[in-house]
């Protein structure tokens, strides 16, 4: 039995060398593991905060540049109501002097006051074809 507990034993201490070494080795694993991931949290961390910043450059050159296109919006959009006021004013005038030229009275040829008739132009049969005589407008109060 000499020779078979001589073996028993080397096989013991060497199992015992080998769990202790996987132990170790175990604890180094675990160890840079845990190394990794802090270095893991830490990069995404740090490349979180990056997006953050440029995230928020982005935003405010975004406000920067939409506030100007609004400002330069309210300026067009100001000189084209501009523009109609001054268009319809003219337009206001235009008709006010057509229409008091109409309202006074017009003494010439066609007219009731100076007792010749409308020219119009006659077509076959004596009809009017296309022009009719201008009735005098009437007065505004």
């Not at 180094?28 to 990069?43: P, Q």
């Not at 002097?97 to 109409?102: E, F, I, W």
Request: charged share 30%.
């Amino acid at each position: 039995m000499g020779v078979a507990t001589g073996v028993l034993t080397r096989d013991m201490t060497r199992l015992c060398g080998e769990i202790g070494s996987m132990r170790r080795i175990r604890a180094d694993l675990r160890y840079e593991l845990a190394r990794a991931t802090k270095e893991r949290r830490n990069g995404v961390s740090r490349m979180q905060k990056a997006f953050f910043d440029a995230r928020l450059g982005m935003a405010r050159r975004t406000k920067a540049s939409r506030q100007a296109f609004i400002s330069g919006l309210k300026n067009a959009v100001g000189a084209i109501r501009q523009e109609l006021r001054t268009d319809l004013g003219g337009a206001r005038q235009a008709w006010s002097a057509l229409s008091a030229r109409r309202s006074a009275p017009v003494h010439g040829p066609g007219t009731p006051e100076s007792g010749a008739q409308p020219t119009t132009s006659h077509g076959p049969a004596g009809r009017t074809e296309g022009v009719k005589a201008e009735r005098p407008a009437k007065a505004r109060k």
